[in-house]
């Protein structure tokens, strides 16, 4: 069962670059959609949650948008300390306070 | 710092022997998320606590166990260990508000 998709699942950028991370969603009922970023060897750190299509979330370089169907993460003039791979989570539609399911990632890394 | 704890960091253990991880949640959640991280499969729910309960369970393998004691903290035990079982194993915690999960930093299991 394939709830999360995210594309692509690597992105090399120059700093300054900007570019868009996707997270389509097959859930229904979305109960929201999270984003996290992940560095190597951590653990997920929150950075957004959406709840509703037409809402956007913004943090520093970072704008989470979210869609009936998928979200997007913009990035904007990334910094090599945005280097990460930042994963997007729906959580079970069965349930409140329930389970996530995380898509597999995009790792992007931002070169000076 | 996301208040969530997770003890020891770094585990290396051989095939059949058994391990535990422990986990504390942030102040004041109640629920305790445990959740699998491998290379080949993303980040994989396992079980899920609520106030002492068990609440959820993902693709948790049967020589895996969990439980949340009294005072929050929770432990994954892992019995009969395999190569395969080798990864990172996260504890989450949530105290409701969104359903937004917390993770610790993690303990590296290697199971050689």
């Known amino acids: 069962e394939d709830q999360v998709t995210q594309s692509p699942e690597a992105l090399r950028l120059q700093e300054g670059e900007s570019s868009s991370l996707n997270c389509s969603y097959t859930?229904?009922?979305?109960?929201?959609l999270f984003w996290y970023r992940q560095d190597p060897g951590k653990g997920p750190e929150f950075l957004f949650t959406l709840y509703s299509a037409g809402e956007e979330k913004e943090k520093e370089r970072l704008k989470a948008t979210l869609t009936k169907k998928e979200s997007f993460l913009h990035i904007t003039a990334p910094k090599p300390e945005d280097s990460a791979t930042y994963l997007c989570?729906?959580?079970?539609?069965?349930?409140?306070?329930?389970?996530?399911?995380f898509g597999r990632g995009t790792q992007l890394t931002v070169w000076p | 710092d996301s208040g969530v704890t997770q003890t020891p960091k770094h585990l290396i253990t051989a095939t059949g022997q058994r391990v535990t991880l422990r986990c504390s949640p942030r102040s004041g959640d109640l629920s305790v998320y445990w959740y699998q991280q491998s290379l080949d499969q993303g980040l994989q729910f396992l079980i899920q606590y609520y106030n002492g309960e068990e609440r959820a369970k993902g693709n948790i393998l049967e020589r895996f166990s969990a439980q949340q004691f009294p005072d929050l903290h929770s432990e994954l035990n892992l019995s009969s260990l395999e190569l395969g079982d080798s990864a990172l194993y996260f504890c989450?915690?949530?105290?409701?508000?969104?359903?937004?999960?917390?993770f610790g930093a993690g303990t590296r299991l290697s199971v050689l």
């Open positions: 989570a729906v959580p079970d539609r069965g349930s409140t306070l329930g389970r996530l399911y």
């Open positions: 989450a915690s949530s105290g409701g508000q969104g359903n937004i999960q917390y």
């Open positions: 859930v229904s009922g979305l109960r929201g």
